[in-house]
């Protein structure tokens, strides 16, 4: 990148990483896992396919040694300009992008990642407010509706050649269209964080009364975690947050497992609790929030379509991650809920033995994690607010340049 070559001392940074490259010595090769996170990363950079990675901080940078060197061509597009294709439309902000190298099992995890995350701890008390049936059948709905609209939005994508969001409103409908998409994004993601910070105030405030018999108030724990992430949501190298984001997968994992393992004990013990119901006709609309909510990863669905290397298998993976994901919705949020009746609880793993160690260390890392990973969830509203707030400062500054 011309950010990163135009520092001191860049020309020749660059010219010895490529060296150590492209003769097979290169000191810190990324390993698998850390390869598989950084793309997710980068993936996640480029959410709603808006491009929200600050170019100083590329999250995914690596390959590009590998693809490039000295003696490659500096205007990889010119042959396709002088052979007399037709150019971008001038109101759309276009980028060449490399061939996307994801295989689709790679894709289908990708995927996965985006949309499992701490919505499903949600569902059995969502199940309770709508009952069994209704929930699983709205559920059911909701899984096909989202695959219909996702699908559409993909072949929308294909169609008129943009990847943005907001560039497929503006293109389709005007300007209008596009602020009110970006805003909905914005919206969105605040949401998503809104829930993420009560949850990991519930579960701390739980460990501090079972572990260490200390009584605070939701309320200060929330004030707390505000004056955490209000620094941490500053960042804008992606890759600093990767840590915090790994640890959140691992411990989501963890709690969803832990999570199956009670209950099912549990519901062994005790079995099917006599307070179920099949419709709850006063609660159940707010089932539907929480149906939504579940199904949280609409953002990576474009990136991640990009970054496949045989993008017309897309479809079928993205059924496929809509079919795990439903019978893993519907799994949990039956089991807690058929567990625990009307005693469950907002976030399922309060009901779980509250004397175990296991139960407290899981409320208490994931918990942890989860408020790590929140300046990722943040990322894409804090940069989307960037550049429409700064957008003219910015133009202002290159133009003197």
Not at 306 to 312: A, L, V
């Amino acid at each position: 990148m011309a950010s990163q070559l135009r520092v001191p001392g860049g020309f020749r940074r660059d010219f010895i990483i490529q060296k150590h490259t492209k003769f097979g010595y290169d000191i810190n090769p990324p390993n698998i896992l850390t390869r598989n996170f950084l793309e997710f990363l980068s993936i996640y950079g480029h959410f709603a396919g808006e491009d929200l990675e600050d170019e100083d901080f590329l999250a995914c940078d690596i390959d590009d040694y590998k693809t490039s060197d000295e003696e490659s061509g500096l205007l990889s597009s010119a042959a396709s300009i002088s052979s007399g294709d037709q150019l971008p439309r001038p109101h759309i902000k276009h980028k060449d992008k490399p061939k996307g190298t994801a295989s689709t099992i790679k894709a289908f995890f990708l995927l996965l990642k985006g949309f499992v995350g701490t919505g499903v701890l949600f569902l059995p008390k969502a199940f309770y407010n709508g009952g069994l049936l209704m929930s699983i059948g709205l559920l059911l709905g909701f899984a096909i509706l989202s695959y219909w609209c996702y699908l559409i939005l993909v072949q929308t994508k294909v169609k008129i050649g943009v990847s943005s969001f907001g560039d497929i409103g503006l293109t389709i409908y005007g300007k209008p269209m596009k602020v009110l998409i970006l805003m909905s994004i914005v919206l969105s993601q605040i949401g998503f964080v809104a829930a993420y910070i009560v949850f990991t105030a519930e579960n701390i405030h739980a460990f501090l009364i079972n572990v260490l018999h200390v009584k605070i108030s939701i309320a200060t724990i929330v004030c707390a975690e505000a004056l955490i992430l209000m620094p941490m949501s500053l960042i804008r190298n992606i890759t600093k947050l990767s840590l915090a984001a790994l640890l959140a997968n691992i411990f989501i994992l963890s709690g969803i497992l832990t999570i199956v393992y009670f209950a099912s004990e549990d519901l062994i013990s005790w079995g099917v609790s006599p307070s179920i119901q099949y419709f709850n006709e006063d609660n159940w609309s707010l089932f539907i929030g929480v149906a939504i909510f579940a199904f949280e990863g609409i953002g990576l669905i474009i990136p991640v379509q990009e970054s496949m290397k045989y993008p017309e298998q897309y479809p079928k993976v993205l059924l496929a991650v809509i079919l795990v994901c439903s019978a893993l919705f519907i799994g949990v949020g039956t089991l807690g809920y058929t567990t625990y009746g009307d005693d469950v609880q907002t976030v399922v793993i309060l009901n779980l033995p509250q004397d175990s160690i296991a139960v407290n260390s899981i409320q208490f890392f994931y918990a942890l994690a989860i408020m790590l990973s929140v300046p990722l969830q943040l990322l894409p509203a804090v940069r989307i607010m960037e550049t429409r707030l700064f957008k003219r400062r910015e133009s202002e500054i290159r133009s003197n340049y």
